[in-house]
């Protein structure tokens, strides 16, 4: 029996939860098959069972690492936002048509929040902790008040906005709610 190199299992699982996770972001949780993360990620349905023990294991770490790069971008819009003393420089980014576009590798959250209530308990708390994270970087773009109970508001109305935003082919209606979004972000930053 041939031998693999010590790291085989570790690349071809970290490979998996990759695929997993641009795969539930951009056809939900319905549409992440392990048949699906395996083609995916150039392997047969055969060896799913040598790195999870069943589906619901698999949706909690694509969620998992689906979710830390929105928590990363959160961060970063926030330390540009505070720096620049502008909340809205947040949502600009946020609602970008560029982000608009990348459902795949965009914000996990607008794209799976709607089915998150009907997932397994383990993968409905990594939704929760990954989207908490979120809103706490989120909390330094918006000036003190109620800190990350505010961030909180902030970041459904965001995240509500990027899903409709996907939702909506007419350019003047995607200009509306980006620009509502921006002026309530404009307004929680005054004085």
Known sequence: MPRHAPDRHATTHAA???AASE????????????GAVMKA?????GGF????????????????TALAPTVARFREFAADAAAAGDPAAVARTYLSDGHIARR????AVAALVSEAPRQPPPVRAAF??????????????IPPDDGTARAWGVFAMMSGALALLRSVDDPALRAEI??????????????
């Open 23 to 34: 795969l539930v972001r951009d056809h939900g949780f319905d549409g992440l098959t392990v």
């Open 41 to 45: 990620a150039g392997l047969t349905h």
């Open 49 to 64: 069972y040598a790195h999870f023990p069943d589906r619901a294991a698999l949706l909690q770490a694509a969620v998992q």
């Open 128 to 141: 929760a902790d990954g989207a908490a994270t979120a809103a706490e970087h989120l909390a330094a773009a």
């Open 178 to 191: 980006r620009s509502r979004v921006e002026a309530d972000l404009r307004r929680l930053g005054a004085p």
């Open 104 to 107: 795949a590798k965009g914000c």
């Open 16 to 18: 998996l939860v990759a």
